[in-house]
């Protein structure tokens, strides 16, 4: 099994893209697999939350939390 030393930081929104939604994740194509089949999150499943919009990778899951809060900060601002 490979060992995963990245983190992901991605954005997702709905169909109309009116709504985001801002995760962090180790494994982005099992997450983007979840959202997709309303796996996860209420808020993603009652939203209709799925098309992947960004990502960004990292090496260090701290980098990526960091990035994941600064984006969640600009979408409230």
């Given at each position: 099994?490979k060992?995963?030393?990245?983190?992901?930081?991605?954005?997702?929104?709905?169909?109309?893209?009116?709504?985001l939604?801002?995760?962090?994740?180790?494994?982005?194509?099992?997450?983007?697999?979840?959202?997709?089949?309303?796996?996860?999150?209420?808020?993603?499943?009652?939203?209709?939350?799925?098309?992947?919009?960004?990502?960004?990778?990292?090496?260090?899951?701290?980098?990526?939390?960091?990035?994941?809060?600064?984006?969640?900060?600009?979408?409230?601002?």
């Open positions: 099994m060992n995963n030393k990245y983190s992901y930081v991605y954005i997702l929104t709905d169909d109309n893209n009116d709504k939604y801002i995760g962090v994740t180790s494994n982005l194509i099992k997450r983007i697999y979840e959202h997709k089949n309303k796996q996860v999150s209420s808020y993603t499943k009652r939203n209709n939350i799925h098309k992947l919009v960004y990502y960004q990778e990292f090496g260090d899951i701290y980098l990526a939390i960091s990035r994941e809060k600064q984006l969640k900060g600009r979408l409230r601002s």
